[in-house]
């Protein structure tokens, strides 16, 4: 079953170096990150991809482990994407 999970965020900081600070935390939990600050590919527990225009960042979940809730992933995405 192919589960597509859209979600949106406003984003804080400057937005290349929010990017590293994301490719960082990234490796730390096994993601791969393919991409730039506009937009990129992830793939490993989680997988997907996010665009960006101005501030505005699309994050789209393809595949997620089924023990893990959307309310989390929401949680965790915007406590990272929407940090100063």
Do not use: C
């Not at 900081?13 to 590919?41: C, H, M, N, W, Y």
């Not at 793939?43 to 309310?71: D, H, L, M, N």
């Amino acid at each position: 079953m192919f589960i597509v999970k859209l979600f949106k965020y406003n984003l804080h900081g400057d937005p290349e170096k929010k990017f590293q600070e994301i490719q960082s935390l990234a490796k730390t939990k096994g993601v791969i990150l393919i991409g730039d600050s506009t937009s990129a590919r992830f793939y490993g527990v989680f997988e997907g991809s996010y665009s960006r225009i101005g501030t505005a960042v699309t994050v789209t979940v393809t595949s997620k482990p089924s023990i893990v809730s959307w309310q989390v992933i929401d949680s965790m995405l915007r406590d990272f994407i929407e940090s100063s």
